[in-house]
């Protein structure tokens, strides 16, 4: 590996000339310095090396330290080190002004000088803050570990980061949209302090006031980052926490899935190791303000502004997905190719699901016995005299196959045998991303047979004339293995990085910049090559995951309630989200959905900025007649022409599936979305002008599928109650009386 990380250019970057700060100031005190805004106050202790953090909401983080674990030094933190030097200047970048301060760590038996970065915005209620470790003067011997923390809470340090506030939260999130994870906002209970990890970003919020810190990862080319936490006795008071780049963990089904069953990493393995005679952490963003919700958008706001993002200029794409009709790979026959003809035929008397866009019709996982390249390529010829679009899915970094095949079965598209291109775990066994006798095997990104592969189907997605592509099960290029074609590829995720940017290019070079990319199963970061992502597992439209005779998972009520935690992401590192189709009957052999399950589980992807698809058997009359009250509105489809998130009035909160949420989009006609999840009671929302963006003057409500009038708003009434019965969601629309 370089002896710089891709991590350490980026500081390079963000460190340039000097520049006037006004709203700054940097205070030298005989034990400590202290840099100050008005939205935050940072001091390094020169006799300690601890910090200390106030941030201008009241969260505040006290006695952090940093660490390295050293493969052959061991574990060295910030504060068993002798020296602390502090220095503090002024710089400018992309994002904004402010000082940086740099406390350089030295003095210890390892010979090792720890340095920690931050830098403190004038203008921005956020920071960065990362650690770099070299050995000496950097002159002498590589230095070598996977496990770096630029960021430490530890009990043996007396330090605490405490939230105020009557109902403090913590915000988990897993690593990737598999499994149908959840989000866990854990609560405050004396008598069981909680503990666990999130990964790549978490937050620590009030959940009345919604004011809060979020803290997570900008730097996803080589580590992957991991928080881990535990919460004191006190309300509000975390007094362990660990930002940790090199977590690796593996599935344990002895444990609850949620709480380290499979809401991590999945590996198998070790993470890998940096090396280098200067080795640095992930880039950090701690942002705090007066709203939480803020704070995470500028959360996804940095990470583009590092890394970069897709645009997509044309209208939002719509489509129809074959996965909710014919399940995997088709096998079951339910719908034959001379029935997708007659989707086709019915989309297209769909007057306003065609205004905008041309439809894309999607064949899910199709098996090459039934679904030919030959014969797709003639139905989107079909579909294109329809003026439709035909979509494409393929899976680039694993493959499904029989467990016992792996050493008599060649890649596609390549001469390499499975057991050449498969990732290995610690017993140098392939790995199988989906274990089973039918699984799916993790492919090594950085072995020319997987770009020989990639090559092959995007070769013959070009071939069907393809202008939408799903990735699916990404997750397995990330997987940490003991070996790898290329041995500058050192860790799971600079390799999956590599496999990403490579798929992004050859995509732009085979099919053209014009071709649609969603990722589906998949880690959230990096963002940079698609143009959306699933913000859950697949969604089966059912209202509950406790609903009788459904599937424990997948209801609209589970994707809405780790949707109101990510919102954000739509705008920022994506275009826009996917929250899967809607269903406008069964999906699969799941029983029928009500009819007012449907309109909950549209305003639901309406809500979370989605794009809209759809998985729906329009040869059955019920879903055909659904399809032209709900997927043919004027309205619904000129929304989802642009669509754009809804910003969270109140966030899911625990396990329960009574869920009541309540959204709305600012604009010169606000929307409001409100969602009761409670199958038993009512659901009453106060909304307040000031808190919504609604600006003075006279309301008409207005239903927003049947643009009926239902109530009034009063030039001098600064605040209204939307209600929504049991099991529902309303959306509504505020139009200004001229």
């Known amino acids: 590996m370089n002896k710089r990380s891709l991590t350490q250019s980026l500081l390079t970057i963000l460190m340039l000339s000097p520049v006037s700060v006004s709203a700054q100031k940097v205070v030298k005190y005989t034990d400590s310095t202290v840099v100050s805004t008005d939205a935050a106050s940072i001091s390094a202790n020169r006799k300690t090396g601890r910090l200390n953090f106030h941030f201008g909401n009241g969260v505040t983080i006290s006695n952090a330290v940093a660490y390295i674990n050293e493969l052959s030094a061991g574990y060295i933190t910030t504060s068993a080190c002798k020296v602390h030097l502090i220095s503090a200047d002024e710089f400018t970048n992309a994002g904004g002004k402010g000082i940086r301060m740099v406390i350089r760590h030295s003095g210890n038996d390892a010979g090792i000088t720890l340095i920690q970065q931050i830098l403190v915005y004038q203008d921005h209620s956020y920071l960065f803050i990362n650690l770099t470790a070299i050995k000496g003067d950097g002159a002498g011997d590589n230095i ?16 605490k980061l405490s939230q105020p506030g009557s109902e403090p939260r913590f915000l988990d999130v897993p690593f990737d949209n598999d499994n149908w994870s959840h989000v866990i906002e854990n609560s405050w209970n004396k008598a069981k302090p909680f503990n666990g990890v999130s990964y790549e970003y978490a937050s620590i919020y009030d959940n009345t006031k919604l004011t809060g810190l979020v803290m997570g990862s900008l730097s996803h ?6 928080i881990t936490y535990h919460s004191a006795v006190t309300p509000g008071v975390i007094d362990s926490l660990k930002i940790i780049d090199g977590l690796a963990t593996e599935d344990n089904a002895a444990l609850p899935p949620d709480y380290g069953g499979n809401d991590g990493t999945h590996d198998h393995a070790l993470h890998g190791t940096m090396i280098g005679k200067s080795i640095s952490s992930s880039i950090i963003y701690l942002g705090a303000s007066d709203d939480v919700r803020k704070d ?6 940095a990470n583009v502004q590092i890394n970069g993002s897709l645009s997509w200029k044309a209208p939002a794409p719509v489509y129809w997905n074959s996965f909710g009709v014919e399940g995997v790979l088709g096998y079951e026959k339910v719908m034959m190719p001379k029935d997708v003809s007659k989707i086709s035929d019915f989309i297209k008397t769909l007057g306003n699901f065609n205004q905008y866009t041309r439809p894309v019709i999607s064949i899910d996982s199709y ?13 989107g010829q079909f579909a294109r005299k329809q003026h439709q679009e035909l979509g494409f899915y393929f899976i680039p970094f694993a493959l499904w196959s029989w467990k016992n095949s792996i050493d008599n079965t060649k890649l596609q598209g390549t001469d390499y045998l499975l057991s050449d291109v498969v990732l290995r775990d610690k017993n140098n066994q392939p790995i199988w991303y989906k274990d089973g006798q039918w699984g799916a095997l993790a492919l090594d990104p950085t072995h020319p047979a997987v770009r020989q ?7 013959k997605a070009k071939t069907i004339g393809a202008k939408f592509i799903k990735i699916d099960f990404l997750t397995a290029g990330a997987l940490e293995s003991n070996h790898r074609y290329n041995p500058n590829i050192r860790s799971g995720m600079q390799a999956y990085n590599y496999g990403m940017k490579m798929l992004k290019s050859l995509a732009d070079s085979i099919m053209g910049k014009d071709v649609f990319i969603t990722e589906a199963i998949s880690p959230m970061f990096p963002n940079q090559y698609a143009h959306t992502r699933f913000i859950s597992t697949d969604v089966y439209s059912h209202l509950r995951d406790d609903q009788p005779g459904f599937p424990h998972y997948g209801s609209t009520e589970s994707s809405l309630a780790y949707g109101s935690h990510l919102w954000w992401v739509q705008g920022t590192l ?3 989200t996917n929250l899967d189709v809607t269903i406008m009957k069964n999906f699969q052999k799941n029983p029928d959905l009500s009819e007012q399950e449907v309109k909950v589980r549209l305003f639901a992807m309406m809500a979370m900025g989605s794009i809209l698809g759809d998985g729906s058997d329009f040869r059955n009359k019920i879903a055909a007649d659904r399809a032209k009250i709900y997927l043919d509105n004027k309205n619904v489809c000129a929304f989802f022409n642009e669509p754009k998130a809804f910003t969270p009035l109140k966030f899911a909160d625990g396990a329960s599936f009574d869920q009541q949420l ?4 600012p604009g010169t006609e606000v929307l409001f979305s409100q969602f009761n999840f409670d199958t038993k009671k009512e659901y009453d929302q106060s909304w307040n002008r000031k808190d919504v963006g609604l600006g003075k003057g006279e309301y008409v409500i207005k239903d927003f599928l049947s643009d009926q009038t239902i109530g009034k708003i009063g030039k001098d009434q600064d605040s209204f109650t939307i209600n929504v019965p049991a099991g529902d969601a309303k959306m509504i629309r505020l139009v200004p009386v001229n």
């Open 296 to 301: 995470f958008v500028n959360y996804g706001k």
């Open 221 to 226: 080319d080589f580590w992957k980052t991991g």
């Open 662 to 665: 309540a959204f709305y989009l």
């Open 144 to 159: 070598e570990t996977r496990d770096i923390c630029p960021l430490a809470v530890l009990p043996k340090e007396n330090s």
């Open 453 to 459: 592969y990639v090559i092959h189907q995007l070769q």
């Open 367 to 379: 098996d090459q016995s039934i679904y030919t390249t030959e014969l797709l390529t003639s139905f």
């Open 574 to 576: 994506w275009p826009y």
